[in-house]
C-alpha cells in the first residue's frame, strides 16, 4: 500500500516511510492510496481475537511488514493492556460502553501509542537510525506517548503541553517519568498553540532534517490505523449481544483522529448506521456540521480537556474524502483556512450533509448531569469525556442499531469531574494514586517556536 498526502504533493511512501515521516512535505496528511473493501471478510473476522483481529486489519495497510513481525508488534503492544479482551465493551442502561482505558496510562491513547512505540523500535534498528519525537499533547497524548516511548535506545521524546491546563494527575503521569530520553516541555499557552509550534517545527523542512524530527499525534497514520481495530472489535461483540446488523458509535471528539478511525471502518465496509461526533464547548466541529461553516472560535478550558480544541488537525484528512480526493480543492480550504480561520463548505449556511457521520454538543452541565445519571441510576462511572459522547448519543438514539459509546479515559483520570457530579471522592486507581509525591522533571518555555527549536537543538546537542 502507498500513502500519498491530502494536498497532492509528488510524496508517494511505502507504509514504514510514512511512519517515520508524520506530516507530508507539502504540510498535507498521509492517506492510503486505495481503502480496501473487507465486506466478505466480516463474518469470518467477527470470531477473531483483539489481536488475531488486529494482525488481520493492520496487514491490509502495512503490506511491508511481514506477517510474523506484525504479529510480534500486536502481541507486544497489547501484553501491557490489564483486560483479556484489550478492549471490552460493557453493557450499560441503555447503551454499550466500549472501555478502551485498559492500557498502561488508562486512556485510549494507549491502544495506538503501545503500538507506534513497537513500530519504530523496530523499523529503526533494521535502518540502523534514529528518531527524534516532538509532540503536542492536550493532556493524554503526552502520557501515552512517553509510556510507549520511554528507555527506547534509538528515539528521543519532546512533548509540549499547556502549562496548567491539563489536569494535575495528567501532569503527574507526565512529569514523574525520569527516562533520559523523555523532555517534558510545559509551553505558557494553549494546546492550540502547543500544536501550531510543532506544526511549525515540521514545516522548518532545515531544522526538520537537521534534527531528523518525527511525529506521533494524531497525525501519524499508525494511530488510526490501531485505532480503526476497535470499530471492527466492538461492532462484532454488540451485533451478536443483539442479533442487529448494524450498530452506530458515539465518539467523544478533539484533534478527529478516533472518529475519523471509525470513518475508515465504515469505509471499508463495517456496518455503521451513525458515527456520531461529540463535542464538548470547543464545538468547532459540531457548529461545521450545523452550519457548514469551519471556523475557529477561543479555546475554553472545560471538564473534558483532551477535547478543548478549536483546530482539529486530523479534520483535513475527512474534507479530502469529502473533495472526492481533488487535492486541489484541499489545498485551497487548508490555504483559507490557514489565512482567515474559517472557511465554507456548503452553499449558504446548510448543514453538512454526510452518509454516516452526524454531530452534536455537551456543555459542562450535560457532562456533570449524565455522570450523576449513570452513577445513580447504572452504578457505572463515566469520565467527563465519555460523558459527553454518552449525552450526544441519546438524541441519536436507533432501535434497529445499538449505540456504542466509546469509553475514552478511567473515570479515576478526572476524579475532581466526578466529585462535582456525584458530590463523592469515587473515582481511583493504583496506578494514579501512586504517582503523588514522586520526583518530576519538566522545562517552563514560552509559547514561542524560535525558542523551542533552540531548546531541542541545545538538548540534542546541535
Ligand atoms: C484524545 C482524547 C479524546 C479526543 O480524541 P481525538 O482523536 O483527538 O478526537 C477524547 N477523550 C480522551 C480521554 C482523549 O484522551
Same mark, same amino acid.
Given at each position: 500500500m502507498d500513502y500519498l498526502s491530502t494536498r497532492g504533493g509528488p510524496e508517494r511512501l511505502p507504509f514504514q516511510d510514512t511512519i517515520l515521516t508524520?506530516?507530508?512535505? /507539502?504540510?498535507g496528511l498521509f492517506l492510503p492510496a486505495d481503502t480496501p473493501d473487507v465486506s466478505r471478510r466480516l463474518k469470518e473476522w467477527s470470531q477473531l481475537s483483539y489481536t488475531e483481529l488486529a494482525l488481520e486489519v493492520m496487514r491490509l495497510y502495512a503490506d511491508d511488514l511481514t506477517v510474523e513481525e506484525l504479529r510480534g508488534m500486536i502481541a507486544r503492544s497489547y501484553?501491557? !493492556?490489564?483486560?483479556?479482551?484489550i478492549t471490552p465493551v460493557v453493557a450499560v442502561g441503555p447503551i454499550h460502553v466500549l472501555?478502551? !482505558?485498559?492500557g498502561p496510562t488508562l486512556a485510549f491513547k494507549d491502544v495506538a501509542l503501545q503500538f507506534l512505540g513497537q513500530l519504530f523500535e523496530s523499523v529503526l534498528a533494521r535502518r540502523d537510525t534514529a528518531l527524534n519525537i516532538v509532540a503536542a499533547t492536550s493532556g493524554d497524548t503526552g502520557s501515552a506517548a512517553i509510556q510507549g516511548?520511554?528507555?527506547? @535506545?534509538r528515539l528521543s521524546l519532546f512533548v509540549l503541553h499547556p502549562h496548567g491546563r491539563v489536569s494535575p494527575i495528567q501532569a503527574l503521569q507526565m512529569t514523574t517519568?525520569? /527516562?533520559?530520553n523523555v523532555h517534558n516541555l510545559a509551553i505558557d499557552g494553549t494546546f492550540d498553540d502547543c500544536q501550531n509550534i510543532v506544526k511549525g517545527l515540521f514545516s522548518d523542512l532545515a531544522f526538520r532534517d537537521r534534527h531528523q524530527l518525527g511525529a506521533i499525534n494524531s497525525i501519524n497514520w499508525a494511530r488510526v490505523l490501531a485505532q480503526m481495530v476497535y470499530y471492527f472489535y466492538a461492532a462484532f461483540r454488540v451485533m451478536e449481544r443483539t442479533g442487529t446488523d448494524r450498530v452506530q458509535f458515539s465518539v467523544p471528539t478533539g484533534n478527529f483522529g478516533d472518529i475519523f478511525a471509525g470513518y475508515l471502518a465504515w469505509r471499508m465496509?463495517?456496518?455503521?448506521e451513525r458515527l456520531i461526533l461529540a463535542t464538548n464547548e470547543n464545538d468547532i466541529l459540531a457548529r461545521c456540521f450545523a452550519t457548514g461553516s469551519y471556523s475557529t472560535g477561543e479555546v475554553v478550558a472545560t471538564l473534558s480537556p483532551s477535547m478543548d480544541? @478549536?483546530?482539529?488537525?486530523?479534520f483535513e484528512r475527512y474534507l479530502y474524502y469529502r473533495a472526492d480526493g481533488n487535492t486541489d480543492q484541499v489545498r485551497s480550504w487548508m490555504r483559507d483556512f490557514k489565512a482567515t480561520g474559517s472557511i465554507s463548505?456548503?452553499? /449558504?449556511?446548510e448543514p453538512l450533509d454526510d452518509p454516516v457521520m452526524v454531530a452534536g454538543r455537551g456543555d459542562t452541565e450535560a457532562t456533570l448531569a449524565t455522570i450523576r445519571n449513570y452513577w445513580e441510576r447504572h452504578n457505572y462511572l463515566l469520565d467527563p469525556h465519555t460523558a459527553v459522547g454518552v449525552h450526544v448519543a441519546a438524541q441519536f438514539a436507533d432501535a434497529a442499531a445499538p449505540t456504542i459509546c466509546l469509553a475514552?479515559?478511567?473515570?479515576a483520570k478526572f476524579g475532581n469531574a466526578i466529585l462535582q457530579a456525584?458530590?463523592? /471522592?469515587?473515582a481511583h486507581h493504583p496506578l494514579l494514586d501512586g504517582l503523588k509525591g514522586l520526583p518530576t522533571r519538566l522545562t517552563r518555555l514560552p509559547a514561542d517556536q524560535t525558542v523551542v527549536a533552540a531548546h531541542i537543538a541545545k538538548v540534542l546537542g546541535g
Open positions: 508524520g506530516l507530508a512535505r /507539502d504540510g501484553a501491557t !493492556f490489564r483486560h483479556g479482551e472501555e478502551l !482505558f485498559h516511548l520511554r528507555g527506547r @535506545q517519568v525520569l /527516562d533520559g465496509g463495517l456496518p455503521v480544541i @478549536q483546530v482539529a488537525s486530523n463548505l456548503t452553499p /449558504d449556511g475514552t479515559a478511567h473515570p456525584t458530590g463523592k /471522592d469515587l
